[in-house]
Structures are given as structure tokens and as C-alpha cells.
């Protein structure tokens, strides 16, 4: 069972081997697995997400099954290299040894299974490891701001730590021959993770040239201070981005994906909001379309829902990046989502209170206002 706050726990071994070839979604989806599982009940090795959840966390649009095999078998090749104590050998597995989407009374899901090898990491260990809550690393946008995060986390008992450039290189993923002069190093990396954690975890750091080497006095250690971040506070709903559970239609279709174009918008058909979880997955917020539904009855809007689509399947369809007109505003909401209304189109509706329920208005407010 979960943790109430969704706490990673993580041993930090495991934070000093994982650095190349993760994605930015990858390694969410591995932070969340860390956050599910219970490290003390081997019982919890496998983790259950509804697959809208697994869409929002992995980035997956359109949601095609293709893409969604793609992205499992990526999953499934994440190798670890285990160093031995005593030699300079290493022993090499895999994380993950199962991915299973299927569907049972609540919808479709994907269950994710660690590999047997990898549970010696991931369970049953009582020191050698820090703990983190999981909002602290689903805000970050880059794979360097999610790594620095983890890296600092582990040394932030002791309040700082001595790394060389070349160690944290590769504890961040970056090749070698990546940033070879410091200025770029500094501003694109360091600074930048700085200015990220700050603003959205509950931590933040400081850097200095630690010493210097060869004639030219190249840059060879960094030492960060750790501390505390008091002024910052989750801004991420977890039990909305984890704990909803949808129920979602994927088609086993080579050529065609699930397209809200395709579906019945009729207000017939909608007799059950519940189970049309690709409006929210279309819109972001269900609660915005039981609420224009529900006000049918006041507007001549023949095709209700259609209309609601019709607003938002541009930007969700592949057109987030086309400016439409100078009419079209953005309204940017948690994690990573997007979603734009075109005025014009809101301005043919005839019923104001419905005009204001699109747009996420309070009617009465808005009444009083004018």
C-alpha cells in the first residue's frame, strides 16, 4: 500500500548508478513506482496506474497502442550496473521485467513488475538510502533538474557536498564531451537547476569552485551547500495526478488511434460521464464538462458536448503550437497540460451562464461585476 504522502524512499546506491539513457518521463515513472511500493513488503513489487494516469505521466498523446508498446518495451530495457565492492567488476540487469496493460471492472490499466534481480535494490534495506515526497520531482522539466534534485537530497543531512565536474557529469546523464567549457556548464546546468529547485522543491543550493588543477587552472571540484527550503510548499494534487480512477477505451488498432473526432458527442449517448474518461484526457477537467452538461437543458446548443470538443481537440490534437488569432488566450494548469479557448466560438453560444461555465467562470460573480 502507498504511503499516505507518497514518500520515496531510495537507496543510495541506486542514486549513484542511474544517470544515462533515462527520460524525463522515465524517471518520474520510476520515482512514482518508488512512491507506491512499500520497501518494507516485498508484497508491493508490482504497481498498478490507471492508464490516463500512465498517459499524464508518461507524455504519451496521441494515444495510440503502438506508441504505448513502444514506451513499455523502453521500459523494460533500463539496465543498472551494480559496481562490486571488492574489484572493479560490475554486475548488469535490468529494473523492470514486466509491463501488463489490461482491463478489469474499472477500466484499463498498466501493472509494472520488478525484476527479481533488482529487489535486492529496491526492498529490505535498512540504512544506506534517503527519502524524499514525490511532488518534489513531477513539477521539474529537464532530466538535469530532476537529477541534481535526487543527487543534493541524498547529502542534505549533511548539508553539502564535494563533487568533481566529472562525477556529477555522469550522475546527471551528460556525456563527456558535453559542456566543455564551464561558462556554458554554469549557466545552462548549474545555474538553471538552481533557479528550478528553488521555485519547486523543498530544497535549494548554493555552488563554488572547490579547487583547481593542471596549468590552466581548470575547474575540477564543486562544492554545493544544501539547505532547506521553508518558503515553498507542494503545488501538485498527487491523488489527482495517481489516485482517479478512469476508465478508458483503447482500441487494438495498428493504424487508427482512439480520436475524439470519431466518438458519438451526442447528448443521447452521454448517459454515463464516468465512463467517457477521454473527454477529460481531451480537456484536463472532467468536472468542466459534468458542469456544461448538466446545464443542457439551458442552451440551444443542439450538440453540446460536440461544441466542448470542438473548443479544445485543435490544441490536444497536435496544434499546441499554432497560434489560431489574437482572440485565442492559453490557460497553462499543473503538470505539464495545456489548454486554449477560442472566443469567437464561446461568443455564438446565446446562454451567458453557460458561456461563463465554459469558461470556468462564477456566473453570479461575473453578474455582479457588471
Known amino acids: 500500500m502507498a504511503r499516505k504522502k507518497y514518500l520515496v524512499e531510495k537507496r543510495n546506491i541506486l542514486n549513484e548508478i542511474i544517470a544515462k539513457k533515462f527520460t524525463l518521463q522515465e524517471l518520474r515513472l520510476f520515482s512514482i513506482y518508488l512512491g507506491r511500493i512499500n520497501p518494507r513488503d516485498l508484497s508491493t513489487r508490482v504497481m498498478r496506474l490507471g492508464i490516463n494516469q500512465f498517459y499524464k505521466v508518461m507524455g504519451i498523446y496521441p494515444q495510440k497502442v503502438n506508441y504505448l508498446k513502444e514506451v513499455t518495451n523502453s521500459l523494460l530495457t533500463k539496465v543498472v550496473n551494480v559496481p562490486n565492492k571488492h574489484n572493479r567488476g560490475y554486475t548488469a540487469f535490468q529494473l523492470f521485467k514486466e509491463c501488463r496493460v489490461d482491463e478489469d471492472e474499472n477500466g484499463w490499466f498498466i501493472e509494472i513488475d520488478a525484476h527479481d534481480k533488482a529487489l535486492q535494490l529496491l526492498f529490505d534495506y535498512k540504512r544506506d538510502y534517503f527519502k524524499y515526497e514525490l511532488w518534489n520531482v513531477l513539477n521539474l522539466e529537464s532530466t538535469n533538474q530532476f537529477r541534481m534534485y535526487e543527487i543534493l537530497k541524498q547529502y542534505e543531512f549533511k548539508k553539502e557536498r564535494v563533487i568533481s565536474v566529472d562525477e556529477l557529469k555522469v550522475l546527471l546523464g551528460i556525456d563527456e564531451n558535453e559542456y566543455p567549457r564551464w561558462n556554458n556548464f554554469r549557466a545552462r546546468v548549474l545555474e538553471a537547476c538552481q533557479k528550478a529547485?528553488?521555485?519547486?522543491?523543498?530544497?535549494?543550493?548554493?555552488?563554488?569552485?572547490?579547487?583547481?588543477?593542471?596549468?590552466?587552472?581548470?575547474?575540477?571540484?564543486?562544492?554545493?551547500?544544501?539547505?532547506?527550503?521553508?518558503?515553498?510548499?507542494?503545488?501538485?494534487?498527487?491523488?489527482?495526478?495517481?489516485?482517479?480512477?478512469v476508465i478508458e477505451d483503447i482500441k487494438q488498432e495498428d493504424e487508427q488511434s482512439q480520436d475524439i473526432s470519431s466518438l458519438d458527442f451526442t447528448?443521447?449517448?452521454?448517459?454515463?460521464?464516468?465512463?467517457?474518461?477521454?473527454?477529460?484526457?481531451?480537456?484536463?477537467?472532467?468536472?468542466?464538462?459534468?458542469?456544461?452538461?448538466?446545464?443542457s437543458k439551458l442552451s440551444k446548443v443542439d450538440n453540446l458536448v460536440g461544441f466542448l470538443v470542438s473548443m479544445i481537440k485543435k490544441d490536444k490534437l497536435g496544434e499546441l503550437s499554432t497560434p489560431v488569432n489574437n482572440r485565442r488566450q492559453n490557460k497553462f494548469v499543473n503538470f505539464t497540460s495545456e489548454r486554449s479557448y477560442d472566443y469567437d466560438e464561446i461568443e455564438r453560444l446565446e446562454n451567458e451562464q453557460l458561456k461563463a461555465t465554459v469558461l470556468g467562470w462564477d456566473f453570479e460573480q461575473t453578474q455582479l461585476c457588471e
Not at 535549494?204 to 515553498?232: A, P
Not at 484536463?284 to 452538461?293: N, S, T
Open 197 to 245: 529547485l528553488r521555485e519547486k522543491t523543498d530544497i535549494f543550493f548554493t555552488f563554488e569552485v572547490h579547487s583547481r588543477g593542471g596549468r590552466g587552472g581548470k575547474i575540477e571540484k564543486l562544492r554545493f551547500d544544501i539547505t532547506k527550503n521553508d518558503k515553498y510548499t507542494n503545488q501538485i494534487n498527487i491523488e489527482e495526478i495517481l489516485g482517479i480512477k
Open 267 to 295: 447528448t443521447e449517448s452521454l448517459t454515463n460521464l464516468d465512463k467517457l474518461s477521454i473527454l477529460q484526457t481531451a480537456s484536463g477537467d472532467v468536472d468542466a464538462i459534468r458542469k456544461v452538461y448538466e446545464m
